[in-house]
C-alpha cells in the first residue's frame, strides 16, 4: 500500500478464544505442525502414550457446550478406545485414594463408634443411679412410715454420725495418752486396728502391741486390753467373762467408750480371786506401816493404807526407807480415771521428814534409781507442790502385779 510493505497476516490462534460479552469460547485454528513422528504408518501404530500426552495437551471442545477448562473426553470416546490404560479412561470411583485420605477415614469411624459407645455407656450409668435414687427413696419413706425416729448423732440408716465418731476418735485418744504413759512399755497391749495406730503414735512400742481382728480367736499373751467398740464387738460377753473382768482405766461413754482392761491369764474367775487375796495382803502391810514410828502420812493417805488401796510395789519402798530414818507420806494417787474397786494406788509422793538434811530427797531418788524389777519405778523425780514444798514423786507402771508379796 503506497510503496509501503504490506501487512504480516497473523497467525491462527492455537487456543480456544472467548466470544466478546460471552463466557463461551470458540476453538481457534492450531497451524500445521509438522508430527514428532514419521507420517508413513497407520494411525494405530501411534504409540499409546503419545496419544494418551496429545489428549490432556490438546482438548477438543463440543461447539456449543459451555467450557470453564480444559475439556476432558468421557466415557466411550474414541480417545478412551485407543488409550484404555490411561487415566482418563478409567472412572473417577476407580481412583485409588491416597495414604492421608485412608487414615483419615479410618479415624472418622474410630470416633464416631466412640462416641456411640460412650453414649451407650452415659445411658446406662443414667439408669442406675435412677434405679439407686428409687430404692434409697423406698427405704427413707419406709423409715418414715414405720414412726421410728434416728437415734441421736446417728444417720437414717444407722450409721454412726459426726458426733459419734468425733466421740469415739476423743475417747481412743484419750486411752492411747492413757496408757503410752501409764502401761509399762515391755506389757503386750491388744487393741484394735485403729487404737493400736492410735498408741503407735503416741510412741508405744509397735512389737508390743497385738492386732485384734477377725481372725485372732484370743489376746493369748498380752497384758492389757484396750476395749473399744470393735472388741466388744468382736469377743461379746467373753470380754468380762473370760478375758479381762478388770477395768483399769476407762474414757468416754456408750458406743464411744474405751475401758483399759487388765488380761485375765487364769480366767476371770481367778483373776478375781487373785486381786482380792492381793488386796488383803495390801491392807495387811498397809496396817504394819501405819504402826510404824518412823512413818507419817495425811489423813487420806492413813484411810488408804487401812483400806489395802497401796500397790505392793509403793508398801515395800516405804517399808525400805523407813528402815534408814524417818518417812513422810504427803499423797497416793495415779488411780486410773473409772477404774473398778480393788485397783491399787500405783504413785506416792515422800516429803522430806521434820529435821531431815538438805540432800535426803535426793537420797531418796538416788535409792529408787537402784532398784531392780518389779521395784524398779517407771518414773520417779522431784517436784514442787502447790504449797511450795519439794518432794519425791514415785510412779509405777500398769498393771499392778498380784500376789507380789502373798508370802
Request: glycine fraction near 10%.
Amino acid at each position: 500500500m503506497n510503496g509501503s510493505q504490506a501487512p504480516r497476516p497473523k497467525p491462527a490462534d492455537p487456543l480456544p478464544r472467548r466470544v466478546p460479552g460471552s463466557s463461551r469460547l470458540v476453538p481457534g485454528k492450531r497451524p500445521e505442525v509438522p508430527p514428532p513422528w514419521p507420517s508413513n504408518g497407520p494411525a494405530a501404530e501411534v504409540p499409546p502414550d503419545v496419544l494418551a500426552r496429545r489428549a490432556r495437551e490438546d482438548p477438543v471442545p463440543q461447539p456449543g457446550d459451555p467450557v470453564t477448562g480444559p475439556a476432558v473426553p468421557g466415557p466411550g470416546t474414541q480417545l478412551e478406545r485407543q488409550v484404555p490404560g490411561s487415566v482418563a479412561a478409567r472412572p473417577a470411583t476407580e481412583v485409588t485414594p491416597s495414604w492421608p485420605q485412608v487414615l483419615g477415614t479410618t479415624v472418622q469411624l474410630w470416633a464416631v463408634r466412640r462416641r456411640t459407645w460412650w453414649r451407650v455407656i452415659g445411658a446406662i450409668a443414667v439408669v442406675l443411679v435412677v434405679f439407686a435414687a428409687g430404692g434409697l427413696t423406698v427405704a427413707l419413706l419406709r423409715n418414715n412410715g414405720s414412726g421410728s425416729a434416728p437415734r441421736a448423732g446417728s444417720t437414717a440408716s444407722g450409721t454412726p454420725g459426726l458426733a459419734q465418731v468425733q466421740a469415739a476418735t476423743a475417747a481412743r485418744q484419750q486411752a492411747a495418752a492413757w496408757v503410752t504413759a501409764q502401761v509399762s512399755h515391755s506389757a503386750v497391749v491388744s487393741c484394735d486396728p485403729a487404737m493400736c495406730a492410735a498408741l503407735q503414735a503416741r510412741g508405744f512400742p509397735a512389737g508390743d502391741l497385738m492386732t485384734l481382728g477377725s481372725a485372732a480367736s484370743d489376746p493369748l499373751g498380752s497384758a492389757v486390753i484396750v476395749s473399744t467398740a470393735a472388741v466388744r464387738s468382736e469377743f461379746g460377753s467373753r470380754l468380762t467373762s473370760v478375758y479381762a473382768p478388770t477395768v483399769i482405766a476407762s474414757f468416754g461413754s456408750g458406743s464411744a467408750r474405751v475401758d483399759v482392761r487388765a488380761y485375765a491369764a487364769g480366767g476371770a474367775a481367778a483373776y478375781l480371786a487373785a486381786l482380792r487375796a492381793d488386796q488383803a495382803v495390801r491392807q495387811r502391810l498397809g496396817n504394819v506401816l501405819l504402826r510404824n514410828s518412823r512413818v507419817s502420812e495425811t489423813p487420806a493417805a492413813r484411810a488408804q493404807l487401812a483400806a489395802g488401796q497401796v500397790d505392793t510395789r509403793l508398801l515395800a519402798i516405804i517399808a525400805t526407807l523407813s528402815a534408814g530414818g524417818p518417812v513422810s507420806i504427803a499423797a497416793f494417787g495415779d488411780a486410773g480415771p473409772g477404774a473398778s474397786a480393788g485397783v491399787p494406788l500405783r504413785a506416792v509422793e515422800l516429803a522430806s521428814p521434820p529435821g531431815a538434811k538438805n540432800g535426803y530427797l535426793p537420797s531418796v531418788l538416788a535409792l529408787l534409781n537402784a532398784q531392780q524389777a518389779p521395784y524398779l519405778p517407771s518414773s520417779a523425780a522431784i517436784a514442787r507442790l502447790a504449797d511450795g514444798r519439794q518432794v519425791v514423786r514415785i510412779e509405777f507402771a500398769a498393771p499392778s502385779p498380784l500376789g507380789l508379796l502373798s508370802g
